[in-house]
């Protein structure tokens, strides 16, 4: 469980993801706190300067008689942004009407004498201290033990200069940032919330499909690579560039990898062919000379270098995809070459071949020469740890070819031994070099087939399934 853990920490896919995730949420906790903050500590300065904006916008609605004389503010509708941005068609004189004991405004003339007011009248601002205009700014009283922020706004029309303020009660401001400032920042954070995590997460997820998805194709191309395809090269087609050096990399890999193997397959079928010469060579001398029991055993020797030399060059071929010629062969028809070839083996080892009796053909896809050396090998190999007088089954049908001996068998923990080059089971009646079942690994690879060993108790059973022939049945 564990190792799953880690496995899942260490995908780049999910690091990238908890990264946004960890950045969104830090983005929405830094949102949260500034407004908090701006909200709670300063509260009294977004005040005054929403009531200063505002008082400016009420200067720039001032209306006009035809002699100059300020009459009003705009056309009794407020259609600007006014008082804590908020954009409403409601009456200026509803507003302060109702509003009268929270807010009001005045316009007065160059003097200080108030020409224009709110229903609050004149009760409502302080006593000026000395005649004379208000200076424009900010400013603020108390009105009957509630504190009052207030603006001054000036405006020139033509030649003259009037004044407009405006004075709002802080508990009213406080309020309105309590009933309107802060459910509308909280419902916009939690809208900025859902469309971070609902909207954006999906739309990073598909993006980090899309962007990983060359980096598992390149994975899967790796993963088929194999000694037999060592030709083949990762596509760097949509790769990004920041894992085309990798790729480049491997490839190059590879090719050294195909050449190393080149050179090795080449070194071992040169070594094999050079060798089948001197070996006949020596054979015919000393077939010459007299008959002896030193002559016996040289003539045993040569018949076992030169059957290790013709197993190696065998060896290399079936290594070779391209000295394959896959054609329709009848199975059966293979068989009964094959046991003919090995019957006076088979005779000389008191062993009775049992052989398939279909009346059908079983056809498989396959180079038939290779087929042959398969199927040899596998009797062969029977036949060498049978005891006399037992026999040697074959069975083929569809999708399965099939050679049991009644022997010793192998033990379980050795079953996947058997294939592995020059590896000898202890009941072998010659003095072979153990290429035989790899040379039939390397055969059923190169066609697709699956090649096991199993125990019979008693005996052994080595089983070539062809899995294409079954696909082809299943379609049929």
Known sequence: MRFVKMKWLNSLSVKILIAYVVGAVLSVLLIVLTALTIVHTQGDVLSGLDVADATRDMAEELRFDSSGVPVGIGDNRLDRNFSFDLQDDFNLEW?????????????????????????????????AGSAGPPEPGRFEFEREGVAMRGATAAVERNGQVWYVQMAVSRRFMHLVYQAFALPFTGAGVTLFILVLLFVFGPC??????????????????????????????????????????????????LERLEQGYRIQQEFLATAAHELKTPLALVRAQVELGAPSAQRTMLLLDIEHMGRQVQQLLHLAEASEAQNYRPTIVNV?????????????????????????????????????????????????????????????????????????????????????????????????????????????????????????????????????????????????
């Open 332 to 476: 059966c028809e293979v068989v009964l070459e094959a046991a003919h070839f090995l019957q006076r083996k088979a005779d000389a080892a008191g062993v009775r071949l049992e052989l398939p009796r279909q009346a059908i053909a079983v056809c498989w896809t396959a180079d038939r020469g290779a087929l042959f050396a398969l199927v040899k090998n596998l009797l062969e190999n029977a036949i060498q740890h049978t005891p006399a007088g037992t026999l040697v089954s074959v069975d083929a049908d569809a999708t399965t070819l099939s050679v049991r001996d009644w022997g010793p068998g192998v033990p379980q923990d050795q079953l996947s031994k058997i294939f592995d080059r020059f590896w000898r089971g202890a009941h072998r009646r010659d003095e072979g070099a153990g290429l035989g079942l790899a040379i039939c690994r390397e055969i059923a690879v190169a066609h697709g087939w699956d090649l096991r060993a199993h125990r019979a108790e008693p005996g052994l059973r080595v089983t070539v399934h062809n899995p294409i022939a079954a696909q082809s049945d299943v379609q049929a």
């Open 204 to 253: 990073v997820y598909i993006a980090l499909r899309l962007a990983l998805k060359p980096v598992r194709r390149i994975s899967e191309a790796a993963a088929e690579i194999s000694p037999r395809s060592l030709h083949a090269r990762l596509p760097t087609q949509a790769v990004p560039s920041e894992i085309t050096p990798l790729v480049d990399s491997f490839n190059r890999v």
């Open 95 to 127: 507003i302060f009407e109702s509003l009268k004991q929270e807010g009001a405004y005045r316009v007065l003339d160059a003097t200080g004498k108030v020409v224009v007011h709110s229903a609050a009248g004149a009760t409502f601002w302080p006593e």
